[in-house]
């Protein structure tokens, strides 16, 4: 059976794991590109005008995975490597201070493919480095969730991280198994919600809810 794969990582947005990647400069849109952007913009539109407030808390949205969608939580020992690479990331965008010599990155000298070689390893070096602060200065709240399938390799599951609230979630699988994910994310985003304040003060939980809610899967 072929095999798909899906990672999102939505609420949050910049508090959330980091890439390093590189977008051309002024980029042309394609026609397909433009009517995608046009349905994206019309589906937000409608997801602004229909949110009501009625927001719940992140506990509230863990015992709804549990409770509503059969998730399980995993031991702390058994996403221990993620937890270290979340913290890692979630240190360099809150307390990069703590990095010394690491605390920012020199700028991508050019586009070339030595200069981007080069770039992303000092971009590992200093996720090395922030490894490598003990907990007792940094920590995190981490919880995965997750639901498994007859295959070992299959599975949908929902990242969880509450000092910095954020959300994420992946799936790895078939189409049936990639649908179910996407069905289930935006769910526990309309749970999640937004409260009377976040809609009034256009917050940052206020865009990644209506920016998922908009998205077409």
């Known amino acids: 059976m072929e095999k798909n794969a899906s990672a999102v990582s939505v609420i949050g947005g910049a508090d959330g794991p980091t890439s390093v990647f590189l977008l051309k400069r002024n980029p ?34 863990m015992a709804y995975i549990v409770n509503v969608h059969g998730f399980e939580e995993l031991d702390k020992e058994e996403i221990k490597e993620e937890y270290n690479e979340m913290r890692a990331s979630f240190l360099i965008q809150h307390a990069p201070e703590l990095l010394g010599e690491y605390v920012t990155l020199p700028k991508l000298k050019s586009e070339s493919r030595e200069d981007l070689l080069e770039y992303m390893r000092q971009a590992q070096e200093r996720t090395e480095k922030a490894k490598e602060i003990p907990s007792t200065e940094f920590d995190i709240d981490f919880h995965k969730f997750q639901i498994s399938f007859e295959d070992i390799n299959d599975n949908i599951h929902i990242l969880i991280e509450k000092r910095f609230n954020y959300i994420g979630g992946g799936a790895s699988g078939n189409k049936k198994i990639l649908k179910r994910f996407h069905r289930i994310y935006k769910d526990i985003y309309r749970y999640y919600g937004v409260t009377e304040d976040d809609m009034k003060n256009k917050t940052k939980r206020y865009e990644e809810v209506v920016r998922t809610l908009s998205r077409k899967r």
Request: charged share 35%; proline share 0%.
């Open 28 to 61: 042309k849109l394609s026609l397909r590109q433009k009517l995608q952007r046009f349905k994206y913009n019309i589906k937000r539109a409608y997801v602004e005008k229909t949110l009501k407030a009625g927001g719940h808390t992140l506990d509230e949205v």
